[in-house]
């Protein structure tokens, strides 16, 4: 069974600052990551993916995960944060092997840009 | 490519009515998926298909069904709404070969639906 849990539901930091978004996963298999991000009343968009290749995953906007297999992280960082990454942030994992049913999302961390 | 696209954007329902919400995906992908969610928790996965005719129940099914006749369009009906299927819902597409994980999914704008 996988489970994602994020570690903070709110964070909050200053325009310019570096973001941290904590994810920690629990897999029976080799997982496949994700980070997504949902601004307000929008879809969900695919920031990264890491899918067993190099740990340190590059993506959108600036953002970046690494994955840490020794301790079942995945967390997101930005060096500077601007007002635009306000947004809800989603760590879904993904089993290999799994189906169509085979994701699980955490339940988000809505991060706050001060000015 | 519009990509996903669901309708309608708002809809509010009475107790016991029924609606479709519609989903439509013009990127040919193979997997759609029908979320639900509701305020400070993940996506909860209501059902899925993996192709034009083939489909299957996610987490929370109770009190809705699909159908996918094509490969484009996956529509998802709620036959007596009740309040407890206030949410937001989001359908979302996917390329998926058989053995491997479940990749990038593209998801909708979303419908928010409310039962009173």
């Known amino acids: 069974a996988q489970s994602v849990t994020q570690l903070d539901s709110h964070v909050s930091v200053s325009e310019g600052t570096p973001v941290l978004l904590r994810c920690n996963y629990s897999s029976s298999y080799s997982p496949s990551l994700f980070w997504y991000v949902q601004h307000p009343n929008k879809g969900l968009q695919l920031l990264l993916k890491?899918?067993?290749?190099?740990?340190l995953v590059k993506g959108i906007n600036g953002f970046e995960a690494e994955f840490k297999k020794s301790e079942t992280s995945f967390h997101l960082t930005k060096p500077s944060a601007h007002m635009s990454d306000a947004a809800e942030y989603f760590c879904v994992v993904s089993e290999t092997g799994g189906g169509a049913d085979g994701l699980t999302f955490g339940k988000g961390t809505h991060l706050i840009i001060q000015p | 490519n519009a990509g996903v696209t669901q309708t309608p954007k708002f809809r509010i329902l009475k107790i016991g009515q029924s609606m479709t919400l519609q989903c439509t995906q013009d990127?040919?992908?193979?997997?759609m998926y029908w979320y639900r969610q509701d305020p400070g928790m993940g996506l909860k996965l209501i059902y899925y298909?993996?192709?034009?005719?083939?489909?299957d129940k996610g987490e929370v099914p109770n009190g809705y069904n699909v159908s996918r006749s094509t490969t484009e369009d996956f529509p998802l009906r709620l036959e007596l709404a009740a309040p407890s299927q206030t949410s937001v819902y989001f359908c979302?597409?996917?390329?998926?070969?058989?053995?491997?994980?479940?990749?990038?999914?593209?998801f909708g704008p979303g419908t928010r639906l409310t039962v009173t």
């Open positions: 990127m040919n992908h193979n997997y």
């Open positions: 979302a597409s996917s390329f998926t070969s058989g053995s491997q994980p479940a990749g990038e999914q593209y």
């Open positions: 298909s993996v192709g034009a005719g083939i489909t």
């Open positions: 890491y899918t067993s290749a190099a740990t």
